[in-house]
């Protein structure tokens, strides 16, 4: 079985290959009467597109969706919402070698191990392009679950991290790396270069944080939002890990350091620290929604790589075409959206059970 879908109540499908002729996805779930149009999609989308700098595949999609059904006069109808966007800049000649040999660290192998066939024109499902069909359903669950605001940003590119202290939101949106830190941003102008110039890549790591969330979200055990945000996020090409709160780093402190401190305040409890992410035994607890997501180096490079052909004989191979120097730079609004994914279906969970 191929499990191509996500989520319970707020569900959503995607589907299409990166050089085929279209992908989209298919949302289950949403609740009626939501006003909805493309216009409403597609600035995430934009935020997502290729193309738009020099350090990121110069693929040229314009990533332009259309809404085939669930909406009827500019409101959605309860019935599933079909999203659809073209394929419109294929080069599949540029794969011909990845035809003849597997790319290291790429799907190529594991998908014909499992299958006995894939599609090796950008790597059919395994590509990033997969991503963009996430994004726009990611769009409708926004539109759920309006109170909250999720937000997400490069903290790191290839090892070199932001000043903490030179944080400014601000800043996220006025540079093509999602950057708030206007310094870093302008060392990863000429780290990004190198890597591309050098036939390389370089992994990142991004941030973000969910306000607006009320306590009592989430469900133990299994259905835990810490677990169901890990595992959408895990769901992303090229993402090998995971952090809520302080995550690895809460290994090494004491039981007193690593605790949330609570005061009385006039409405609910006030939160002298937010170690544990804004999530306790998988339920929110009102305090912002914190994650680190890590993103490694894109698997399609120039560099020559030791591999072996799909018959078993040793090879090279040297990834042509247009790929991103740094993949994660582009995973940010993916990172958001299945954020926003995870929260419109807990909150949904939520009423529910519990009204």
């Known amino acids: 079985m191929s499990v191509n879908s996500f989520g319970r109540m707020f569900r959503f499908t995607t589907w299409g290959e990166s050089h085929g002729p279209a992908l989209g996805a298919v949302v289950d779930g949403c609740p009626p009467g939501i006003p909805l149009t493309e216009a409403d999609i597609q600035p995430w989308l934009d935020k997502r597109r290729p193309g738009t700098s020099r350090f990121t595949t ?3 999609e314009p990533d332009a969706v259309r809404i085939l059904s669930g909406v009827f006069d500019g409101r959605t109808t309860g019935t599933p919402i079909s999203l659809m966007i073209e394929n419109v800049d294929q080069r599949s000649k540029d794969y011909s070698d990845v035809a003849k040999a597997y790319r290291p660290g790429h799907a190529d192998y594991a998908y014909d191990a499992k299958y ?3 599609d090796y024109r950008g790597g059919g499902r395994s590509s990033a392009r997969e991503t963009a069909a996430r994004v726009a359903a990611g769009a409708v669950a926004r539109l759920v679950v309006p109170q909250v605001r999720v937000r997400a940003w490069v903290e790191a590119i290839g090892g070199d991290a932001i000043d903490p202290t030179n944080f400014d939101d601000a800043q996220i949106d006025q540079n093509p790396f999602f950057c708030p830190d206007a310094e870093a941003a302008l060392r990863w102008e000429a780290l990004v270069d190198a890597a591309r110039k050098a036939g390389s890549s370089l992994g990142a790591v991004i941030a973000c944080e969910a306000t607006g969330v009320p306590a009592g979200w989430g469900a133990p055990l299994y259905a835990k939002l810490d677990a169901e945000l890990a595992s959408a996020c895990m769901s992303i090409n090229a993402v090998k890990g995971i952090e809520i709160g302080d995550g690895f780093a809460a290994a090494a402190l004491s039981g007193e350091a690593n605790a949330d401190p609570m005061r009385p305040g006039a409405e609910g409890p ?12 998988g339920i929110a607890t009102g305090q912002p929604i914190r994650l680190r997501v890590a993103f490694k180096p894109t698997s399609s490079i120039l560099t020559p790589v030791e591999t072996i052909s799909p018959t078993g004989e040793a090879a090279t191979i040297a990834t042509k075409g247009r790929h991103d120097p740094c993949v994660g730079i582009r995973g940010v609004p993916v990172v958001e959206a299945m954020v926003a994914l995870v929260l419109a279906d807990q909150a949904l969970l939520h009423r529910g059970q519990c009204g």
């Open 58 to 60: 110069q693929r040229r």
């Open 116 to 118: 006995g066939f894939r």
């Open 270 to 281: 006030e939160f002298l620290a937010n170690h544990a992410g804004g999530i306790a035994g």
